[in-house]
């Protein structure tokens, strides 16, 4: 089976994750520099039988979009022209962050190790990722 890969968008990083084959577990793959994201894509999809992707999609405590929404239906017509076959998934991503911070304050990390912000992305992926594939 495929596995589904998960990004948590952001302007300056994207935090990634990617399910098992099996479609249960979700794992924080890596943080990565959003200008890098494409080429990581395509290295990661040709190395990887991927299905489909979840994409964060970004909102207020109201439901309302954030402005970051506009960049991210950018970053979805780029996916969907390079990978065509790959179904993109959006799903809300309210409180992924705060989720993912309040996990890594539990953690047994160093204070240095905790204030990553690039740890805080691929947490939030994973998060948002494992909510995807709870709903299967």
């Not at 996916?79 to 705060?98: H, M, T, V």
Request: overall charge positive; charged content about 25%.
């Amino acid at each position: 089976m495929a596995q589904v890969l998960a990004l948590d968008f952001g302007i300056k990083r994207t935090g990634i994750a990617a399910s098992d084959s099996l479609k249960m577990i979700a794992s924080g793959l890596q943080t990565i520099e959003t200008p890098k994201l494409m080429d990581f894509l395509k290295d990661y999809i040709s190395k990887n039988d991927v299905d489909s992707m979840v994409v964060g999609q970004p909102r207020h405590v109201d439901g309302q979009l954030m402005a970051l929404e506009r960049n991210i239906l950018w970053l979805i017509e780029d996916l969907q022209k390079e990978f065509p076959g790959i179904e993109i998934i959006r799903i809300d991503e309210r409180f992924s962050s705060k989720m993912a911070t309040q996990a890594i304050s539990k953690s047994h990390l160093n204070k240095k190790q905790k204030q990553s912000k690039g740890l805080i992305d691929k947490v939030s992926a994973t998060l948002i990722l494992q909510d995807y594939l709870n709903r299967l």
